[in-house]
């Protein structure tokens, strides 16, 4: 495993509920992302946060919500999904060093909506 | 236009063998390539990283780079079934939002 952690690994959840994900990263780094992966999709991204800071956010619906609290923790926050919200929610982190760029993945959420 | 074109496969290959993976893209601003392996449940590791053109090589993995041609490959040398995974290209303009393929998937046949 790197060192990008998520939790829960795996949610289901009614169209009605409230859930969070959670990502923590042990690795000192200034940039944290949201992704999601569907089947046969590349990976979209959905939100960027650097610094604590959001500097993207790309066109996502509003049941969607992030918060990072500090450098080191990111969450998104789920009300209302929609079947089509189910995916692999995948957190990342990144940081240059030695003039090399490094993103690190967590394991992902697998998330049903039923 | 898609920004990144990968085949998805599948590709199934036996052992030892020469493997090529590849993406091309549209946007000719990208300058930091990458190539990540996913396995099955997992979260997407970084595999190689390389920044404009040329090559790069890290044991039995081969990055190439031709922003003339908007193609990027990746070469894996004396394939082993632990290989087998889904590989993923990934490019970026400004090292901040990265664009994905949708990847390929390999099997390597013991």
């Known amino acids: 495993e790197t060192g990008v952690t998520q939790t829960p690994r795996h949610l289901v959840m009614g169209m009605t509920n409230k859930k969070s994900l959670k990502c923590e990263q042990h690795?000192?780094?200034?940039?944290m992302y949201w992704y999601k992966q569907s089947a046969k999709k590349p990976l979209e991204l959905m939100f960027v946060?650097?610094?604590?800071?959001?500097?993207e956010n790309n066109s996502v619906p509003s049941r969607f919500s992030p918060e990072c609290p500090n450098s080191s923790h990111l969450f998104l926050h789920l009300h209302t999904l929609q079947p089509e919200d189910s995916a692999l929610y995948l957190c990342?982190?990144?940081?240059?060093?030695?003039?090399?760029?490094?993103?690190?993945f967590g394991p992902g959420t697998r998330l049903t909506v039923t | 236009q898609k920004e990144v074109e990968q085949d998805p496969g599948p590709l199934s290959v036996p052992e030892g063998a020469i493997v090529s993976l590849n993406c091309t893209y549209s946007?000719?601003?990208?300058?930091?390539f990458m190539w990540y392996r996913q396995y099955s449940r997992k979260g997407p590791e970084l595999l190689m990283y390389?920044?404009?053109?040329g090559n790069k090589e890290d044991g039995r993995f081969t990055a190439q780079v031709d922003k003339s041609s908007k193609y990027i490959s990746l070469f894996i040398r004396d394939s082993q079934p632990s290989d087998s995974a889904t590989y993923l290209c990934?490019?970026?303009?400004?090292?901040?939002?990265?664009?994905f393929g949708t990847g390929t998937s390999l099997t390597v046949i013991p």
């Open positions: 990342a982190s990144s940081t240059w060093t030695e003039g090399r760029y490094e993103q690190y």
């Open positions: 690795l000192g780094h200034n940039a």
């Open positions: 946060y650097n610094f604590k800071e959001q500097t």
């Open positions: 946007n000719s601003a990208f300058q930091y």
């Open positions: 390389t920044y404009s053109s």
């Open positions: 990934a490019m970026s303009e400004t090292g901040n939002q990265f664009y």
